[in-house]
């Protein structure tokens, strides 16, 4: 049933008791709403009488001439090597361009390649950080101090003390 103002069975219960698809604790609820809803009563009847129907409406039937069309079409059979320029791998059975092979980072995507490469940026920047974070610091005369990465990423504080 439905949460709506009317408290009605929704259409698939509907199809499920009609068809008598339902557990047996949803089937009693729907049985004893149908006792006293006649709105969904005759939803349920409608739905079995439509089921009846078409389990007794009989099977299409193919006319002669499209049977006759579907049965001259040739079936050939497939080709015994691959077009020119593809080979199958035996293992997958799937067809691959042998150009293919010929080209650097065979097997490999452009996104393999992008990642790769982002991989590798990352590790060198990282390197650069790490090392210079772990640089001592000289002292400068009048006593400041030398500003490193590490240095730069520590807060800053505007105001009067």
């Known amino acids: 049933m439905t949460a709506g103002s ?20 949803a089937y009693q609820r729907a049985a004893a709403h149908l006792q006293r809803c006649p709105q969904c009563t005759s939803e349920v009847t409608e739905q079995v009488a439509a089921r009846s129907w078409l389990r007794s409406a009989g099977a299409p039937t193919m006319p002669m001439s499209l049977l006759d069309s579907l049965r001259s079409i040739p079936v050939a059979p497939p080709p015994a090597h691959p077009a020119p320029g593809l080979s199958v791998d035996p293992v997958t059975g799937r067809a691959y361009r042998t150009s293919d092979l010929a080209r650097p980072g065979h097997g490999r995507g452009r996104l393999f390649r992008l990642g790769a490469g982002a991989l590798v940026a990352g590790i060198a920047v990282g390197a650069v950080v790490a090392t210079s974070a772990a640089a001592p610091r000289d002292p400068l005369p009048n006593g400041q101090s030398q500003l490193t990465g590490s240095t730069l990423l520590q807060p800053v504080f505007f105001g009067r003390r």
């Open 6 to 25: 009317s408290d009605h069975l929704n259409l698939d219960a509907i199809v499920a008791f009609a068809d008598g698809e339902m557990g047996l604790v």
